[in-house]
């Protein structure tokens, strides 16, 4: 069997990434569980939004559904965490199917359903902060972590597996009915595509890797409430982030993740108090500048790159 | 009694309390290419959307071989072995003329069943559209032309039994015509695949089918063999008007 270059080289940038903590301090090592958190969240958001076309500006719903189940289990019930971090893949999931059956078998507009998953991620902060067994807006206070790197290489693992699982998505037989739902949904319906199957198990699966991810950061955080873990700037992050990156890539999520979050860290220890203000006025030049994710412009200035160093006399192509 | 691949019996669909279709009645023989002229708004694509489940019937059987379509998702209808193209053109623009096919090829009526057989057969689809020389080029790069061929190529790629084109011909360049319609002989007496055709050209169609049917204002009008379909006084009418009618009678 033919060693995939791509395959080989994630795998050892993770074990370089997995070996590392020891020799950094606390500080550099939850920066990098930032990082890892973001290539989670923005990879997630890809696997749905950014291969089928269906912009959700409310993804971070099943972050937030991820933490509270991990919360509800271990501060509520005195599950062991292991079966609060199991709850947070298993409870979005299921969200996730119960969701996309309702707003992707009707042939639901691609604006609306944007706008849909904003307003669910609103109503049930709404909701969690009114309920009193789980603490209302006073949140949950939960067990702390016991091992020093335990959410290092949770969210590693987290962010591993599902550039991991878009790759393999995108290399498969899938990938190309994805991307043909991407182009034009009728089209490949009536080319033998289930476009709802393609587009619910897409979103069943980003649904269940931000939950873990969830659940992994409020664990982290050892406490909860419902403005944190519904916050719509985590909403806003993964979307940006994967759009920064380069819509529907495998590599354009992680690299726009990982460039965002030490942006965004850069500016909120040298200017806490503008940093939302340049993030934001940062994403809009970008956003024009480069609409394809700055994966594409990678590709267009290696493009231009050749086309310089090829001669240019005769004009005619060989 | 001959046999038949496709018969459609009292289709009807309204939108908004618009008849769009009423009560069409015909039957399509396997092998043959079957030509659909009417004029604009007569119900031809809606007929098609309605075949391949694009928009469900209000009333009426689709009978393809010995099962009822009218109901099953579009996806269904494709891997029981209908095709189409669409009227405006829809190859998936954000692949190549190759991965266009292979889409077909791994999702059609027989999935491929491996990468390496559906390279193969895209390579020899593409060679009989005669498309292989821009096989690797991103399909927005290629022309109107090219890309209906892609799209036709995409279709055949499903292994349909029937292959509906919407309006292969639209838009064309008069030059392309010819090659065009020898592709669509060559699919019919080469893959055996029945092809059902909306054109708007009529000397095409006159030439190319071996059976005619004529929508008009939603309801079948005619049906029959091109010459005496083209000598049918309500046909004339359709197209011409009353005044119309008179002068080519």
Redesign the interface.
């Known amino acids: 069997m033919k060693l995939d270059p791509a395959i080989v080289g994630g795998l050892l940038l993770a074990a370089l990434l997995a070996a590392l903590p020891r020799w950094l301090s606390a500080y550099h090592v939850s920066l990098l569980m930032t990082v890892y958190m973001y290539v989670a969240l923005a990879g997630s958001w890809n696997l749905f939004s950014g291969m089928t076309g269906y912009v959700s500006l409310g993804h971070g719903l099943f972050f937030g559904v991820g933490a509270y189940s991990f919360a509800i289990a271990t501060a509520v019930f005195n599950l062991p965490p292991v079966v609060g971090l199991a709850l947070g893949i298993v409870v979005p999931a299921l969200l996730g199917l119960v969701l996309g059956l309702a707003l992707l078998t009707a042939r639901i507009r691609i604006a609306y359903f944007a706008v849909v998953m904003l307003g669910l991620n609103e109503i049930t902060k709404t909701i969690v902060a009114n309920v009193k067994s789980i603490g209302s807006s006073y949140g949950l206070t939960l067990p702390s972590v016991n091992s020093r790197y335990l959410g290092y290489y949770v969210l590693l693992g987290v962010a591993v597996a599902v550039t991991g699982f878009a790759y393999a998505v995108q290399r498969s037989r899938w990938g190309y009915g994805l991307r043909a739902i991407l182009a034009d949904e009728v089209a490949a319906e009536t080319t033998g595509i289930r476009t709802v199957t393609h587009k619910l198990a897409m979103f069943v699966a980003s649904a269940a890797f931000i939950g873990v991810t969830g659940a992994m950061v409020s664990w982290n955080w050892s406490y909860v409430d419902p403005y944190m873990a519904f916050d719509l700037m985590v909403s806003f992050d993964m979307l940006v982030m994967a759009m920064f990156g380069g819509f529907g890539t495998v590599a354009g999520p992680v690299l726009g993740a990982v460039v965002m979050s030490i942006v965004k860290e850069a500016l909120s220890t040298s200017v806490p108090h503008f940093q939302p203000i340049i993030f934001g006025v940062l994403v809009i030049v970008l956003i024009l500048w480069c609409p394809g994710g700055i994966i594409q412009a990678f590709g267009a200035a290696r493009g231009r790159l050749r086309s310089w160093s090829r001669p240019r006399i005769g004009g005619a192509a060989p | 009694m001959t046999a038949t691949i496709l018969a459609v019996d009292g289709l009807s669909v309204s939108f908004g309390g618009i008849q769009a279709l009423q009560r069409v009645t015909f039957e399509i023989a396997p092998g043959r290419i079957v030509g659909i002229m009417g004029p604009n708004g007569a119900g031809k694509t809606t007929l098609f959307n309605l075949i391949?489940?694009?928009y469900r019937p209000s009333a009426g059987v689709i009978r393809f071989g010995d099962r009822e379509l009218q109901g099953l998702?579009?996806?269904r209808?494709?891997?029981s072995g209908i095709?189409?193209t669409?009227q405006s053109g829809?190859?998936?623009?954000?692949?190549t003329a190759r991965?266009n096919v292979?889409?077909?090829l791994?999702?059609?009526?027989q999935?491929a069943a491996s990468r390496g057989e559906a390279g193969h057969e895209a390579e020899r689809l593409l060679d009989f559209v005669g498309l292989l020389p821009r096989a690797d080029r991103p399909v927005a790069s290629l022309n109107l032309m090219e890309r209906k061929i892609v799209e036709l190529a995409?279709?055949l790629a499903?292994r349909p039994k029937l292959l509906l084109l919407d309006e292969l011909m639209a838009g064309l360049n008069p030059n392309d015509l010819a090659p065009a319609i020898a592709i669509i002989r060559r699919i019919r007496d080469e893959l055996g695949v029945t092809v059902f055709w909306i054109e708007h050209i009529m000397q095409v169609l006159m030439n190319t089918c071996e059976h005619l049917i004529v929508l008009h204002h939603g309801e079948k009008l005619a049906e029959g063999m091109p010459q005496a379909v083209a000598g049918d006084p309500a046909v004339a009418e359709a197209y011409f008007g009353k005044k119309g009618r008179r002068e080519l009678v």
């Open positions: 391949t489940g694009v998702p579009p996806s209808i494709c891997r095709a189409r669409f829809r190859p998936f623009m954000n692949m991965d292979l889409t077909g791994l999702y059609g009526q999935p995409r279709a499903t």
